[in-house]
């Protein structure tokens, strides 16, 4: 099941990163990009001219101050926005707060759509500015990856399955069926085979959270039959593929790319780690070796100030901003609850990293819903804004039950100020992405009421044995 040729599907990885413009650009060099366009323009303009050329010269330079004076005062004026958004925050009434699931659940089954002509309405596709090749349909544009595809579709899956607490009413079960159907089609495409790949590439995000709404199906019992047959073989070759695309050298994830050179990517590594221990908590296969390389590049991507290096190569950091907590606050919880998931972390730790959250929470709102990649200073991407926001939420609920009232209301209260007038949240100058935006923010919203994710060190000790699967039935304790 689910294998291609290796052939085509290294054919294809070569072929398909035709990048329209490139979603990550491996750690932000867009803005030492730009720099070095500038640093080159300016030694062209340096060089004598003859005398007829100086009006020219003059009036290029001319425009390129006017527009980088343009430039600033426009994020200037981003920042002052997000500042006053920040202050002005205030958490939701509580029937406001109650209705709000109710409501993404109804934006994800009327969004749900397909991108392939003549199929049923069966994905919530993830929608960036990355593009490949096209693979299907219409060969005349670049098309959406299918990693994005497979690994929005499984994002909205699974919290609609949270929102229902595993028992879904007939109208999303059926919603979910026809998602399963598309995610264990599309797995078997060559271009979401593990072999090959060396590029830039996305199908890695697709096996992760492919990987999460299997596990979420088989835990709650959703799928029967001939059905259940194919989710179980399908786990066992999604964690299989999880290990084919481990990176080379620093072990953990980059999204696919075995040979990254700037190492693997905490955003990518840490839920992935947490998919993982719920994989084994299920009886399923999990190296132990493959966890343990993952954690040590985890705690390698920590600075001593408690900020989250954006790859986990530390030689490879273009300049200081990379590392500063700002440009980490989207990564730092999630990375720290899954460390301590491992018992390699702490509650006094995953505090830092909340707070530096809701302390800096004006820098990721400066890139949502703005163009660009990894824009300075920071080198902050709009995609990171719900992720972060979802993953707090998850941590927040790993500190004294004393401070989480307080923590959580400041967290609904940040949501609630960049909601939509749908009533669903999008990060992205793309509607479609409102599907990822709706689902993540789901998931915050669930998790006081959701149990705490399975622990590795609860079913490392056990060799992997079947036990009790912790995934979201029951309360916090």
Known sequence: MLIAPTLVS?????????????????AGAGGSTNASVA??????????????????????????REAAQKQA????????????????????????????????????????????EGAPKAEWPYEGVYRVAPYEGDARAAQIPLGYRIGGTSIASSALIRAHAGKPSDKVQEALDRALDFVLEKLEHPLMQ????????????????????????EQHGLVAGERKDKVVQAIAWLIGALDSLEHAESGGWNYARTDAPKGASPFMTAPTLQILYQAKAQGHAV?????????????????????????????????????????????????ETTLHLAGRGSPERIRVAVD???EHWEWLEVRRRQGGTHIPPF??????????????????EFLPEKDRPQLRTRLQGLLWAVREESGGWNDRVFDRSENFGTAMTLLALLEPKSARPTGWSQVAT???????AKGDAGSKQ
């Open 356 to 358: 530096a959250f809701f």
């Open 73 to 116: 005062e426009g994020e200037k004026k981003l920042k002052e926005e997000a500042d006053a958004k920040k202050a002005s925050a205030k958490a939701p009434a509580r029937a406001a707060l109650e209705a709000a699931p109710a409501r993404c659940v109804e934006i994800l089954l009327a969004r749900q759509e397909s991108l392939t």
């Open 379 to 396: 080198n902050i991407a709009p995609y990171y804004f719900f992720y972060g926001h979802r993953y707090v939420a998850q941590a927040i």
């Open 462 to 468: 056990h060799g992997g044995a079947k036990t009790e």
């Open 10 to 26: 290294t054919l294809l990885c070569v072929l398909a990163p035709l990048v329209v413009a490139a979603e990550d650009n491996l």
């Open 287 to 335: 190296s132990d070796e493959l966890v343990a390389r993952a954690l040590r590049t985890l705690e390698d991507s920590r600075g001593e100030s408690g900020a989250v290096q954006y790859s986990t190569n530390a030689g490879s950091q273009g300049g200081k901003s990379a590392e500063e907590i700002p440009a980490a606050v989207a990564r730092m919880a999630v990375v």
């Open 194 to 217: 593990p072999e090959g790949c060396k590029g830039y590439d996305v199908r890695g995000w697709g096996h992760a959270y492919a990987l999460e709404f299997l596990l979420l199906l």
């Open 39 to 64: 640093l080159a323009q300016a030694a062209q303009d340096a060089k004598p001219a003859e005398p007829k050329q100086d009006d020219a010269r003059a009036e290029r330079q001319r425009q390129r």
